[in-house]
Nanobody, 120 residues
Framework: QVQLVESGGGLVQAGGSLRLSCAAS????????MAWYRQAPGKQRELVAT???????KYADSVKGRFTISRDNAKNTVYLQMNSLKPEDRAVYYC??????????????WGQGTQVTVSS
């Protein structure tokens, strides 16, 4: 299977920056799309950003121009650089990885979540 380990969350003042990382490991043949989601208290989980194996990206309107998703295919790692953070960005952030295992099964995996808190 696939194990995802997230890091980089924390507490930051409004206007500050954080960088999240998510490293995938396990019986991975290849990784297709990688993404970041977030879930704020009392709200549904929402898509923040996605990136394909080739590097094509998409963003939620609420983070365009402030967040940047990137990936290192050699390290099976996806990043989320978050700049100009706002209090409304406060949430638990989850990475999501779509991969093909060595036995050719397609699996979608979730990270354990990392808390991002933005103080005003």
């Amino acid at each position: 299977q696939v194990q995802l380990v997230e890091s980089g969350g924390g507490l930051v003042q409004a206007g500050g920056s954080l960088r999240l990382s998510c490293a995938a490991s396990g019986s991975i043949r290849s990784i297709n799309a990688m993404a970041w989601y977030r879930q704020a208290p009392g709200k549904q989980r929402e898509l923040v950003a996605t990136i394909t194996w080739g590097g094509s990206t998409k963003y939620a309107d609420s983070v365009k121009g402030r967040f940047t998703i990137s990936r290192d295919n050699a390290k099976n790692t996806v990043y989320l650089q978050m700049n100009s953070l706002k209090p409304e960005d406060r949430a638990v952030y989850y990475c999501n990885v779509s991969s093909i295992l060595v036995d050719m099964r397609r699996v979608t995996s979730w990270g354990q979540g990392t808390q991002v808190t933005v103080s005003s």
